[in-house]
Every structure is written in C-alpha cells, then in structure tokens.
C-alpha cells in the first residue's frame, strides 16, 4: 500500500534560517507524493508535487522539495523562513485507486 | 475560479437533527471528495465520486449520507450524529480523479460542525 510517514510531529527554526519538514514515503511504482499547508480553520492548500525525473521540485510561496528515491524521502524545503509559515504541513502520496493519503502532519513554527 | 466553496462554514446541531453539507466547484472537475480531519489530525477520506457515481466508501457509517446531483455539487447528509463526529468535514476536487497520476486536489476551507 501506499503510504507517507512524516517522522516530526514539531519543527522549530527561528525567522530567516532555512528550514525542512521531512517526509518519507513507501510506494509501490511512480511514486505521486505532494505536499499541502493548512493554516487554522481552513482547507488544504497545494504546494508542490513531485514530477518524475526532477530531484528538485519548486512550489508555492518559496518552497521546494527534494526527492532522494535512494532515502526514499522527499522533505520540504525553505531556504529562509517567514512568521507567516508557522502553519501545518502535511506530505500525501495518491494510492493505487487514485485516493490522496496523508500523513500525520507536522506544525512548523517559525519564530521572530 | 480556481475555488471550491463550502457552506455553512460552521454548523452546531444536536443528535436527532438531519443537516446538510454543501460543496461546488466551477473548475470543471470530474472528481469531488469529502473528507473528515479531527483537530491536529490529516484529513481521513469518507467519500469519492468520479464521474457522478460513488465510486469509494470507506466504510463511513450511515448516519452520513453523499449526494453528487451534478458535476459542480456534492453534498454531505448528516442524521442523527453521535458527539465523536465534531470535526471539520472538508470536500475537494480534482480534474478526473483517476489513479496512477499526480493530479492535486483543491480543497474547500470546511464546514466545522459540533454535534451536542
């Protein structure tokens, strides 16, 4: 089955330095894995997707991923962090039937 | 119009009562979706259509009813609720819903109903 696992329930990292939010994932075949924020009260927004053959996938808002199929991996990434990032990241991988799985989160807060 | 809209954007209702959910979307999606997230949870998928016709049911008690009238609307019918079911429901699309593609969803911004 396919799933993601997200191994941080907390990142901390203070305004201006780089940050990462980690994921791993287990799939069988193409690997579909993409990342969505959600701020509080509010739906998913999409950031990025993985697109077969670029280790490096740029999103919204300055967000990158970086896909190492060797780690099994595809952790989120920010060169320089904002206040207004402090939010809940979530990693999903699309199953075999189409389905978007999630995983268990992790709150990101960027301090001042 | 990149948006899907959800309505009402809260709902208190107390066990016996019957309410519903509403979705749309104009984004000419074929595949919509609901979706139930506990506070500080990941979203748990309830219901898929594609096509207009249910094609996933995660085995969601019946006291949860989906409804897809037309491509642009879905709607979520609720009766006789139990308090474990206060959570925030949110509906999504994507263009075909089809499996084996890295088609993204657009989500609502929710319906966050307590059960008294």
């Known amino acids: 089955a396919q799933s993601v696992a997200q191994p941080e329930d907390q990142v901390n990292v203070a305004e201006g330095n780089p940050l990462t939010v980690k994921c791993t994932y287990s799939?069988?075949?193409?690997?579909?894995l993409f990342w969505y924020v959600q701020y509080p009260n509010r739906g998913l927004q999409f950031l990025l997707k993985y697109i077969t053959g670029d280790n490096l996938v740029k999103g919204s808002y300055g967000f990158e991923a970086e896909f190492n199929k060797s780690q099994t991996s595809f952790h989120l990434k920010k060169p320089s962090a904002l206040v207004s990032d402090s939010a809940l990241y979530f990693c999903a991988v699309r199953d075999m039937l189409g389905d978007m799985r999630f995983g268990a989160g992790t709150r990101l807060t960027v301090k001042p | 119009d990149t948006e899907v809209t959800q309505t009402p954007k809260h709902l208190v209702m107390g066990m016996t009562n019957k309410k519903s959910l509403k979705c749309e979307q104009h984004?000419?999606?074929?595949?919509m979706y609901w979706y139930k997230q506990k506070a500080k949870k990941p979203p748990e998928l309830m219901f898929v259509y594609s096509y207009e016709k249910l094609s996933i049911n995660e085995s969601v008690p019946s006291r949860f009813s989906p409804e897809c009238p037309n491509s642009s609307l879905l709607n979520l019918h609720l009766h006789a609720l139990q308090p474990e079911d206060s959570a925030l429901y949110l509906c999504?699309?994507?263009?075909?819903?089809?499996?084996?593609?890295?088609?993204?969803?657009?989500f609502g911004s929710g319906t966050q109903l307590s059960v008294l």
């Open positions: 999504a699309s994507s263009q075909t819903g089809q499996a084996a593609t890295n088609e993204k969803l657009f």
């Open positions: 799939v069988s075949g193409n690997p579909y």
């Open positions: 984004m000419g999606h074929r595949a």
